[in-house]
RNA sequence: GGGGGCGUAGUGCAGCGGCUUAACACGCCGGCCUGUCAAGCCGGAGAUCGCGGGUUCGAAACCCGUCGUCCCCGCCA
């Protein structure tokens, strides 16, 4: 028989009409004369009754029956009596009446509860992915991650977006993010690298003439996942010519608007706060701020110039942040307190009232932390307390969605051996009036980059490319890039802006990220079908495995013990 | 590479200042039940307490090690 409706989307309007289900067993309610189903498919569930003394073809079948079945029900809908509507269920007000019931295919016991929106270890979900994308949340995640990528689609068409797709088999050009290796049988000892981004593609396709670019763009990184971070993942890439800054802030903001308004009814306020990355560090101690939390670090360094207490008058920089009304100022919140601060190498100091700044408007309820040190790393470290007063004082955010822009970032930072890197990447333009401390300032340069931020969490970045060779010369001599290195890595990218490249800018965002987020979800985990573990490993195909050592001769790879 | 949390029936958890037959809920199996939808009632099976070692008359519990997992730092041009 053919399947006439999902049982998810039958409504009082189909009443009368004969139908033809097919789903699973969600539920049996076996009340002896009477006897429920619940059947459910993709759209949701439908009960179906068998009344009076259970009769009808099938029934036989009918007892036999196990949580996850597979089943088709033919019979007809009609309005529940009186007092057993359900206005929990989407279709509660129906029931189908079963006329004729058959088993399409069995299940097996279930390694969990399908039915339960109770949390299972998430090895286990993930070793039967299968079966937990059968399960609500995650089942409409998925969906709703469909809606949303066609929404993004939509959008950048109807802009007048060209979406190209880059390749995903790429030249290795360390000195990002690890690359995954990919060994070919072509030529011995040689390797594509997986796209980490397809930051240069999109570069030579606006060379190339294209006005305007987006994909939807997997990349792959071998660094440690996290909640917010996986192995390959899904970004939005954008690229467009003859830009400035505000125009890549435009469309991402009109973006935002739609997705916001489309899934979450919420209409955002545009445009977004913008705040310089110094800016950002000194108030809130991060480059990601979440704003909707008033808490802003106050630098209270001259004010404690000449104090009896040695850490204050002696620290580089003092800050701290004043929680108003600490209505939690008991033993037990202090010492989290402690215990935080003592975790990020600072202490907790009593102090009476009369020797806290006066600007502050103190009062005896409030509580002041105070940090000192270098100046930078107690920023970092102010914003780190910042994240935890809030979870502490159980605050509030004074809205629901708030996305911010960064911008300004740093052209260069030190890396951990104390040498000069990108810290977006070395295509980024510098400001145009930081051009001149090139010779003697290079951690000055402030950098045409932007991030934007929703919430305190980092959706996307991106900046305004070098189009001058002149300009990208001397980004590789900071960066200590010999002639003969940047040749061999980037050689083709600055052939190509030598005949003629467009100003252009663009911004990657990241569509898990973005997704998880209008969503409600922490994790990205909950927004991907298939994740995989923060080991990188999946449990469900068990993957990364081992391989056979023909295969491996033939790629020219030995593994060593 | 580092820090922290967790690891006890199929699932989720209690027990972790050494006295237990290792508790409870869901699921599973059997029975009853004519309107449930977190159905209800009665009964049952199901756990070498992640693994290894140690302390002890005695360890799920205490100690050491190890493995796994989750969160965080590093890392993520």
Redesign the pocket.
């Known amino acids: 028989m053919k399947r006439t409706h999902f049982a998810g989307s039958l409504t009082s309007r189909n009443v009368g009409e004969e139908v033809v289900l097919q789903g699973w067993v969600h539920?049996?309610?076996?009340?002896?004369?009477?006897m429920?189903l619940?059947l459910r498919d993709s759209e949701g569930i439908t009960?179906v009754?068998w009344?009076?003394?259970v009769k009808g073809e099938g029934v036989d079948l009918l007892l036999n029956l196990?949580?996850e079945d597979v089943v088709e029900v033919k019979g007809t809908v009609r309005i529940?009596?009186i007092?057993?509507?359900?206005p929990?269920?989407r279709t509660?007000e129906v029931?189908i009446?079963c006329e004729k019931l058959s088993l399409i295919n069995k299940s097996q016991?279930?390694?969990?509860?399908i039915?339960?929106e109770?949390?299972?270890?998430?090895?286990?979900r993930?070793k039967y992915r299968y079966l937990d994308l059968r399960r609500d949340s995650l089942h409409r995640n998925i969906k709703a991650r469909s809606v949303i990528s066609r929404l993004v689609r939509d959008f950048f068409h109807k802009e007048g977006f060209v979406e190209v797709e880059t390749p995903i088999l790429v030249k290795n050009?360390p000195?990002?993010?690890?690359n995954y290796l990919v060994p070919t049988r072509f030529g011995s000892g040689r390797f594509f690298a997986l796209a980490?981004?397809p930051?240069?593609y999109k570069q030579l396709l606006i060379i190339s003439g294209f006005d305007k670019y987006f994909q939807l763009a997997r990349c792959f990184?071998d660094?440690?996942?996290?909640?917010?971070?996986q192995p390959e993942f899904t970004q939005i890439d954008v690229e467009m010519a003859f830009i400035q800054e505000e125009d890549v802030r435009d469309i991402v903001e009109r973006l935002f608007s739609l997705l916001w308004q489309e899934m979450q009814g919420i209409i955002l306020k545009r445009p977004y706060k913008i705040l310089t990355y110094e800016e950002s560090m000194e108030r809130f101690g991060t480059d990601k701020p979440d704003v909707r939390f008033e808490l802003e670090i106050i630098d209270v360094t001259d004010y404690f110039r000449d104090s009896r207490i040695n850490y204050l008058r002696d620290s580089p920089y003092v800050g701290g942040i004043l929680v108003k009304d600490a209505k939690k100022i008991s033993r037990k919140y202090l010492k989290e307190y402690e215990d935080f601060v003592k975790?990020i190498g600072g202490k907790l100091i009593n102090l009476p009232v009369k020797e806290l700044p006066k600007f502050l408007n103190a009062s005896p309820n409030d509580l002041f932390l105070i940090l000192g040190g270098e100046k930078k790393s107690t920023l970092?470290r102010l914003g780190?307390l910042r994240k935890r007063i809030i979870e502490i004082e159980e605050l509030k955010p004074s809205t629901k969605f708030e996305p911010i822009w960064i911008k300004n970032f740093p052209l260069f930072e030190l890396?951990?051996e104390g040498k000069l890197?990108?810290?977006?990447?070395?295509f980024?333009s510098p400001l145009e009036e930081d051009i001149s401390l090139f010779g003697s300032n290079p951690l000055g340069i402030r950098a045409r980059a932007y991030d934007i931020v929703v919430n305190g969490v980092e959706i996307g970045g991106g900046s305004i490319r070098i189009i001058s060779q002149e300009i990208q010369k001397k980004v590789f001599e900071v960066l200590g890039l010999g002639v003969k290195e940047v040749e061999d890595k980037f050689s083709f990218l600055l052939k190509a802006l030598n005949y003629g490249a467009p100003p252009h800018g663009g911004i990657a965002l990241g569509f898990d990220r973005l997704v998880a987020n209008l969503l409600g979800e922490?994790?990205i985990?909950e927004v991907i079908a298939f994740p995989?573990?923060?080991?990188t490993?999946d449990?469900l195909t068990d993957a990364p495995s081992s391989v056979d050592p023909e295969q491996l001769k033939k790629v020219y790879l030995r593994v060593e013990e």
């Open positions: 539920k049996i309610r076996n009340h002896g004369g009477v429920f619940d009960q009754v009344p009076d003394n196990k949580s529940r009596p007092g057993s509507i359900n929990k269920m509660g029931e009446l016991p279930l390694p969990f509860e039915t339960k109770k949390e299972v270890e998430e090895p286990l993930l050009t000195g990002g993010a690890r980490e981004s930051q240069i990184r660094e440690d996942p996290r909640a917010d971070r975790g970092e780190f890396d951990q890197t990108s810290k977006h990447h070395p980024t922490e994790s985990r995989k573990m923060t080991s490993y449990p």
